[in-house]
């Protein structure tokens, strides 16, 4: 029989109607030492045994008069092994063990440079993206590529919800000054996305946040959240969802630089 302790801890909501997930791992920490060396050696010891996986395979796969049921689950074998490898690396994101390298970036150029990599999605799946820059932003502090990298990830997300939905919509892209969001952090500059979809209980909201928790195909391995909270963590980014209204928001508030 189940106690009280048993019941899940409820979802709390900020004034605004946001989640925000709690660090799971403190970098710098005894705890958090552990984990990044735990993780970038099994990474690395998978990623050898991964490699003989497709070594051997390349070369099954190069010998003449091959079966076509034998060649058929070499390439089975081969491009699991690909995928495995591709996963370990994700992984290490995941777990807070990627470098950063924060520097003063202004998002309203920055913005524009990497907008190829953001519509992409959307135009392949047919959803509108509408993308609102503030003039006059002052710079913020974070690591171009791994921005770039959950950026590129929170509007793919957006994208595919729409798509899945078969109901259509859009994506927005909004980002504001500081001041100008009523219960933002100060000195802050705030990015929101939000994209049309069904409105969801707050312990829901907790859900996406949990690795391997993913509502699509087996294609995706229900990490990109997991990956992009690790990643604002680390660059002191607060990262909040909402859920209302029809409509999903994911907040980031980026400190600007001192």
């Known amino acids: 029989m189940s106690s009280p302790t048993d019941a899940p801890t409820p979802v709390q909501l900020d004034a605004n109607g946001f989640y925000f997930p709690a660090p799971v791992v403190v970098q710098g920490t005894p705890t958090g030492d552990y984990y990044n060396a735990l993780l970038r050696g099994l990474t690395h010891k998978l990623n050898n045994f991964l490699a003989v996986i497709q070594g051997f395979s390349s070369l099954i796969l190069m010998s003449d008069g091959l079966e076509a049921g034998v060649k058929e689950n070499m390439d089975h074998m081969r491009e699991a092994a690909q995928g495995a490898g591709q996963l370990a690396e994700r992984i290490l994101?995941?777990?807070?063990?990627?470098?950063?390298?924060?520097?003063?970036?202004?998002?309203?150029?920055?913005?524009?440079?990497?907008?190829?990599?953001?519509?992409a999605p959307f135009t392949r799946l047919n959803v509108a993206l509408q993308v609102n820059v503030a003039p006059g932003l002052p710079n913020v502090m974070a690591d171009n590529g791994r921005f770039k990298e959950l950026l590129c990830e929170l509007t793919l997300n957006a994208a595919e919800a729409v798509h899945g939905s078969g109901k259509g919509g859009s994506v927005g892209l909004d980002v504001l000054p500081p001041?100008?969001?009523?219960?933002?952090?100060?000195?802050?500059?705030?990015?929101?996305?939000?994209?049309?979809?069904?409105?969801?209980?707050?312990?829901?909201?907790?859900?996406?946040?949990?690795?391997?928790?993913?509502?699509?195909?087996?294609?995706?391995?229900?990490?990109?959240?997991?990956?992009?909270?690790?990643?604002?963590?680390?660059?002191?980014?607060?990262?909040?969802?909402?859920?209302?209204?029809?409509?999903?928001?994911?907040?980031?508030?980026?400190?600007?630089?001192?």
């Open 93 to 119: 994101a995941a777990g807070g063990c990627v470098r950063l390298n924060p520097q003063p970036m202004t998002l309203e150029t920055f913005l524009p440079l990497i907008e190829s990599n953001l519509r």
């Open 179 to 258: 001041g100008q969001v009523p219960g933002s952090r100060s000195g802050c500059v705030d990015l929101f996305v939000r994209n049309t979809a069904e409105t969801m209980p707050p312990e829901k909201l907790r859900d996406f946040f949990r690795p391997f928790h993913s509502t699509k195909d087996s294609k995706h391995y229900g990490i990109g959240l997991t990956i992009t909270h690790m990643l604002c963590a680390q660059m002191g980014i607060r990262l909040g969802l909402k859920s209302e209204n029809d409509t999903t928001t994911v907040w980031l508030s980026i400190p600007v630089v001192a």
